[in-house]
């Protein structure tokens, strides 16, 4: 290896990598001359060495002392470059933490685990969501994209945060979308919606692009982009505004004692909801006859999905078909 390569390697390094590989070639060479000029205070070269890093942190724990002028002299060097070298990597170190953390919290450090949830878009929905994975799972990781937020601190909320459009490539890249388990798109509410929803289209299209394979969970505000989303590769399209009519409906037309929306909210905090496939056990049977078989496992029957069509609460003589899909209520 030629110094011209050394060179373009040494220099190519971290800083910090380069003041540690520095630390210790100095340390080392302070460590051997002083072996070679008084072999009988300083027995081997690691004694030289150790003698070197203790003197150059102004330690000075004295079981190794120079005896002779000539050693003196080399400990004056070592104090004055050696010292000078060891406080300037410590002071490079703690700016380089400093600066590390500063750009986590600007979203300019890229992700590097796997089976991480990307979160597209920061807004009360999203902030709620993400305290709802922290609080069920703590070892979840989480990505969040956003390109209006400035900063997010981590010790305010457990995320990744990564500053940029979700549209572009290399953003998607920085969150390592191709090891990610799952997306989530949330609308953005602060724009008109049919605007907000070409948002949402675009940024499906290119994490699908990215990752051929992963859940992509779209929101969308108007009914005419739903099937453009899914055009676009979502998985699943959360249509908000049709959840949140039906429920003010139930809010205004619901019995009397009955408080739907409370109703709804703890129920999904503590239930979920799941389809399969008719078990083989049950081709043939009612609804009525069932409905016991799945509360032996502590979960209900809801209803059942034949055509496309969702029966909810059908009549209990209904006779389940093999092409059923059973809508199943079950705890988290």
Do not use: C
């Given at each position: 290896?030629?110094?011209?390569?050394?060179?373009?390697?040494?220099y190519?390094?971290?800083?910090?990598?380069?003041?540690?590989?520095?630390?210790?070639?100095?340390?080392?060479?302070?460590?051997?001359?002083i072996?070679?000029?008084?072999?009988?205070?300083?027995?081997?070269?690691?004694?030289g060495?150790?003698?070197?890093?203790?003197?150059g942190?102004t330690?000075?724990?004295?079981?190794?002392?120079?005896?002779?002028?000539?050693?003196?002299?080399?400990?004056?060097?070592?104090?004055?470059?050696?010292?000078?070298?060891?406080?300037?990597?410590?002071?490079?170190?703690?700016?380089?933490?400093?600066?590390?953390?500063?750009?986590?919290?600007?979203?300019?450090?890229?992700?590097?685990?796997?089976?991480?949830?990307?979160?597209?878009?920061?807004?009360?929905?999203?902030?709620?969501?993400i305290?709802m994975?922290?609080?069920?799972?703590a070892n979840?990781?989480?990505?969040?994209?956003?390109?209006?937020?400035?900063e997010?601190?981590y010790?305010?909320?457990p995320?990744?945060?990564?500053?940029?459009?979700?549209?572009?490539?290399?953003?998607?890249?920085?969150?390592?979308?191709?090891?990610?388990?799952?997306?989530?798109?949330?609308?953005?509410?602060?724009?008109?919606?049919?605007?907000?929803?070409?948002?949402?289209i675009?940024?499906?299209?290119?994490v699908?692009?990215?990752?051929q394979?992963?859940?992509?969970?779209?929101?969308?505000?108007?009914?005419?982009?739903?099937?453009?989303?899914i055009?676009?590769?979502?998985?699943?399209v959360?249509?908000?505004?049709?959840?949140m009519s039906?429920?003010?409906?139930?809010?205004?037309?619901?019995?009397?004692?009955?408080r739907?929306?409370?109703?709804?909210?703890?129920?999904?905090?503590?239930?979920?909801?799941?389809?399969i496939?008719l078990?083989?056990?049950?081709k043939?049977?009612?609804?009525?006859e069932?409905?016991?078989?799945?509360?032996?496992?502590?979960?209900l029957?809801?209803?059942?999905?034949?055509d496309?069509?969702?029966?909810?609460?059908?009549?209990?003589?209904?006779?389940?078909?093999?092409?059923?899909?059973?809508?199943?209520?079950?705890?988290?």
């Amino acid at each position: 290896m030629n110094l011209e390569t050394f060179k373009h390697i040494f220099y190519r390094m971290p800083i910090v990598v380069r003041l540690l590989l520095s630390v210790f070639v100095v340390m080392l060479l302070f460590g051997v001359v002083i072996r070679l000029i008084e072999p009988q205070q300083f027995p081997s070269i690691f004694d030289g060495v150790w003698w070197a890093f203790v003197t150059g942190a102004t330690v000075g724990y004295g079981d190794y002392v120079p005896l002779t002028v000539p050693g003196r002299i080399i400990g004056i060097f070592l104090i004055l470059s050696g010292g000078g070298l060891l406080t300037f990597f410590i002071t490079t170190l703690a700016a380089k933490t400093i600066n590390h953390e500063s750009d986590l919290s600007e979203g300019k450090v890229s992700y590097k685990g796997k089976k991480h949830i990307v979160v597209i878009g920061w807004n009360e929905r999203t902030k709620q969501l993400i305290e709802m994975i922290a609080d069920k799972d703590a070892n979840q990781e989480v990505v969040l994209i956003d390109r209006t937020l400035d900063e997010l601190q981590y010790r305010h909320y457990p995320v990744h945060f990564i500053h940029g459009d979700p549209s572009e490539d290399a953003v998607l890249v920085q969150a390592n979308i191709e090891a990610a388990d799952s997306v989530l798109i949330s609308s953005d509410v602060t724009t008109e919606e049919r605007k907000a929803d070409i948002n949402t289209i675009l940024t499906t299209v290119a994490v699908r692009g990215n990752n051929q394979d992963i859940p992509i969970n779209a929101e969308i505000l108007t009914i005419s982009q739903v099937e453009n989303a899914i055009r676009a590769g979502a998985d699943t399209v959360i249509s908000s505004n049709d959840f949140m009519s039906t429920l003010f409906y139930h809010e205004l037309f619901h019995k009397k004692q009955t408080r739907p929306f409370e109703t709804v909210l703890n129920l999904l905090n503590k239930q979920q909801f799941s389809h399969i496939q008719l078990p083989e056990d049950l081709k043939g049977s009612s609804y009525k006859e069932a409905v016991p078989f799945f509360l032996e496992n502590h979960e209900l029957l809801l209803g059942i999905i034949r055509d496309n069509d969702w029966l909810m609460n059908p009549s209990e003589d209904i006779t389940l078909a093999a092409d059923d899909i059973l809508i199943i209520l079950s705890p988290w």
